[in-house]
């Protein structure tokens, strides 16, 4: 069993940046796959990316790339996502995925966080 929490949304003006963090439970979390994903009023659940266990990140959305960043360190075992020039398209439920096996986090992951709010204005 994998435990997630979230920390690290907020508003933000346009052109900021933020880092989220997830902390997670357990002692197997090198060997899981993580991901990031964001969910807007009225709209589906999307990935925004993903890191397999050695830190490599593995996939970025179109829409995040050459912005946003993740990262893990598994001493800690916590999951960063790192994300500049913030637009106002970025205003999202951001939530923390795990999963041991990088095609299922894609897809369906086992494990979620609760989830935080990140809102940037214009």
């Known amino acids: 069993q994998v435990q997630l929490v979230e920390s690290g949304g907020g508003l933000v003006q346009a052109g900021g940046s933020l880092r989220l963090s997830c902390a997670a439970s357990?002692?197997?979390?090198?060997?899981?796959?993580m991901g990031w994903f964001r969910q807007a009023p009225g709209k589906e659940r999307d990935i925004v990316a993903a890191?397999?266990?050695?830190?490599?990140?593995?996939y970025y959305a179109d829409s995040v790339k050459g912005r946003f960043t993740i990262s893990r360190d598994n001493a800690k075992n916590t999951v960063y996502l790192q994300m500049n020039s913030l637009k106002p398209e970025d205003t999202a439920v951001y939530y923390c995925?795990?999963?041991?096996?990088?095609?299922?986090?894609?897809?369906?992951?086992?494990?979620w966080g609760q989830g935080t709010q990140v809102t940037v204005s214009s």
């Open positions: 357990g002692r197997t979390f090198s060997s899981y796959s």
């Open positions: 995925a795990a999963d041991n096996f990088l095609a299922r986090l894609r897809s369906a992951p086992a494990y």
């Open positions: 890191i397999i266990g050695s830190g490599r990140p593995t």
